[in-house]
């Protein structure tokens, strides 16, 4: 339930129940006292639709920034873009239980709702004066599971599953989809549903989860979506920290000591794509897709022999690095001509904390 005081631009829980003559959501002249208006909070479709629906009579464009929360640097860098190209934008946050095996890391998966809220309002631009504070051109859209699945039942055991799900075969079994059969199924469910319930004229991911970036915007082409369509459903370059670590909700997960061996991934990767760029060979032909899946392969493996030998205390393991064309998500082998794009992928375990990677070759994100 909202608050009253929620509406007028006041995050907090409340038990005051939401009725007909409740406020807009457009809130004017409500600050958190350092001259921003505070962020709305949504958590129920009828609420968020009203929202929306008012945001089209003003005609005003809108982005989203689909995530489970726990934000750093990377989701925010998202937010910051949409914000600078749109006069609005939703941020959902939602931990989707879909996208979770049974086995996976659903319970113990960061929530930070508190942080994350700060977090977003030091990203709003501050008025020149009181005076011309606005409504909040961001809000946040954070639905309960049974807003999201209004049939309930099992939703992580998906044999086990009744109602609808999205699958985009031929592009979600393979790399992470190998990895983790029932991931794109749940992500191309939930952002199906965001997609709908939003409307939202952009969308924004980061580059770190390519293959679902790239996934969405064949699902959103092939379902005929107009909220976005697939050329508005912007990719933005990965986030990473100073040693080369993508950032992920997930780091928080390492230990000091796996934190330190993490950035293997990183390295192995731009082994393999410096490899392609500089075709330094002896015999003056093109590099192989198996050459560049090896060197980045040792990279890790080596890092991995020191590991054992130093007794850092720190498990290792290689799930996979592959190198896939980026329309077709095919493996790309044999020799690889100039001019080709394609994406260099690779999954690592570092203990218990599973990261991913990539790089792009011979093309850019948005």
Not at 252 to 259: I, K, N, T
Request: hydrophobic share 40%; net charge neutral; glycine share 8%.
């Amino acid at each position: 339930m909202f608050s009253y005081h929620l509406l007028r631009g006041i995050a907090g829980p409340s038990t005051l129940p939401l009725t007909r003559t409740s406020p807009r959501v457009f809130v004017r002249n409500a600050s958190n006292g350092n001259g921003q208006p505070h962020i709305p909070v949504i958590r129920t479709l009828g609420q968020l639709r009203r929202w929306r629906k008012e945001a089209r009579d003003k005609g005003l464009e809108v982005g989203v920034v689909p995530t489970m929360g726990a934000l750093h640097e990377g989701h925010l860098n998202l937010v910051r873009t949409s914000l600078s190209r749109h006069p609005l934008t939703v941020m959902t946050l939602f931990v989707n239980p879909m996208q979770f095996a049974p086995h996976e890391d659903l319970s113990s998966y960061p929530r930070t709702f508190d942080r994350d809220l700060a977090l977003l309002q030091s990203v709003l631009p501050t008025p020149p004066s009181p005076r011309q504070m606005r409504e909040s051109p961001l809000i946040i859209f954070a639905p309960t599971p049974d807003v999201m699945y209004p049939l309930k039942g099992e939703l992580q055991d998906l044999r086990n599953h009744k109602g609808v799900e999205v699958d985009v075969r031929g592009w979600g079994e393979v790399m992470e989809g190998a990895s983790r059969p029932q991931f794109f199924k749940g992500v191309a469910t939930v952002c199906t549903k965001l997609f709908n319930a939003v409307e939202p004229d952009h969308a924004y991911f980061g580059q770190k989860d390519i293959q679902q970036a790239l996934l969405l915007r064949i699902l959103v082409k092939d379902l005929l979506l107009s909220h976005p369509t697939s050329s508005n459903l912007h990719i933005l370059p990965t986030t990473r920290s100073s040693t080369g670590l993508a950032l992920s909700s997930r780091n928080a997960y390492l230990s000091p000591a796996e934190l330190k061996v993490s950035p293997v991934l990183y390295n192995s990767l731009n082994a393999a794509k410096g490899l392609y760029e500089s075709k330094d060979t002896a015999e003056g032909r093109d590099i192989t897709g198996e050459e560049l899946v090896a060197v980045s392969t040792r990279v890790i493996l080596d890092e991995q022999e020191r590991v054992l030998s130093e007794n850092e205390g720190v498990e290792l393991q290689l799930d996979y690095i592959e190198l896939f064309d980026k329309d077709t998500f095919e493996p790309i082998r044999g020799p690889i001509g100039a001019g080709r794009e394609f994406v260099i992928a690779g999954a690592i375990w570092v203990g218990k904390t599973r990261l991913i990677d990539n790089f792009l070759v011979g093309w850019e994100t948005n």
